[in-house]
């Protein structure tokens, strides 16, 4: 093919502009509002309300496994991808699920809320975790309606709009919870009052509606036909073993390189995102003060990240913008520790949000494409939960010991330690990148050239 010809195939950038403003696109826009918004709850928000109210950095950092529901929802997976539930199940298999979770979410955001962390942290830990294994359970549901949703060319466009409504949802949760927090007297937002922490929590469980509605006046594909289980051993095969046989079947050696860059793709960004919210309370920046740089401002940055991810992946491959947003990721992270040298500095906190979240937009747009294009549409809520808690698991249970390194080494050491963690990331994008062209070379050759026929 010439110049030319392959040129012409290439969609113009107006047209890819365009897909952004189909229904589909704004659905999923309102959808990934409902899944960014319980995670920051359980998170870093509630690492900030933690350690304002007094919770020591230790327990902060190990009180983040309570995310690990997201690194272990494939065991739950199969499930999610079968079971019919009673009554709900006329809504279809995506949406029922879909709804049920989030009102799982509400119910814990609520309770939640009406804990307070000083008088006991068991009820706090029990709704987190209820929360987390909702949200969860939702991620499961919803990544499988978005996969089925479009084709793959579609892919890499719903997952920076996806991104983009996750973003506005943790601008939300983020940005939303300190500033109800914090509300009254300015110059007393850096107090802990637990009476405005509640009222936040209860706004965000309100917030859950969004997501709600959308799921009940949305369209849902016919799922894809599936063999008749005859019996429970049967049942057990189709639901359990093939989604994971057809993985290895079809990338065969390739499947222990594609896993194992899967889950560290995100350690760099994951492990210190755990004490990025403890660090701007021990800096001394307000809640307010965060709340607009950080929660805002900075998630705005990582809107743009994503849809810049997102046409980038369209047009140059979503190989390269991996390896472009593994890179940005990485160095990133240095820019903390010059942070950590300039006390309270607004404008360089500004500026550090800044180029962190365009990096990680780019990055998670490319990496959501990837993982959507690994997974066969049969089994595409199964498969995708496995790829999304392998890239949670590993970081995850390293951030869980976040809190005790800082304590040690201090948080310049923490920082340029999760920088250096993105270093493998690089060779396992490259030999990934060689594969997947040594795979693309056999198949083109096993074809017969019609030219000759």
Known sequence: MSTDA??????????????????????????????????????????????????????????????????????WSPLVDRLKLPLLHRLGRRR??????????????????????????????????????????????????????????????????YIMGYRIAMIWAGAGVLWIAARGDVANAANYDPVGWTTAYLVMAASMAVGMLTVLFSKEKPPAALPEARTPADWLNQTLIQPFADFFMRYRWHAALILALIATYRISDVVMGIMANAFYVDMKFTKIEVANISKVYGLIMTIVGGLVGGSLAVRFGTMRVLMLGAILSALSNLLYVWLGTRGHDVQALTLVISIDNLASGIASAAFVAYMSSLTNISYSATQYAIFSSIMLLLPKWVGGFSGRWVDAFGYANFFTATALLGLPVLVLIWLAARAKLHEKHEKSEQRPDVSLM
């Open 6 to 75: 392959q040129n012409a195939t290439k969609a113009s950038w107006a047209d890819m502009l365009k897909v952004y403003a189909e229904p589909a696109t704004l659905r999923m826009l309102a959808l990934g509002f409902a899944a960014g918004l319980p995670l920051l709850l359980v998170y870093g928000t509630l690492s900030f309300r933690l350690r304002e109210a007094g919770v020591d950095r230790t327990t902060i950092g190990e009180l983040s496994w309570v995310a690990l529901a997201y690194a272990f929802k494939w065991m």
């Open 96 to 161: 029922s699920w879909l709804l049920a979770s989030q009102c799982g979410i509400v119910v814990g955001l609520v309770v939640l809320g009406m804990a307070d962390p000083k008088a006991g942290l068991a009820p706090v830990v029990w709704a987190a975790i209820l929360v987390a294994f909702c949200s969860a359970t939702q991620d499961i549901a919803l990544d499988a309606y978005r996969i089925e949703l479009a084709d793959v060319d579609r892919q890499a466009t719903l997952a920076a709009v």
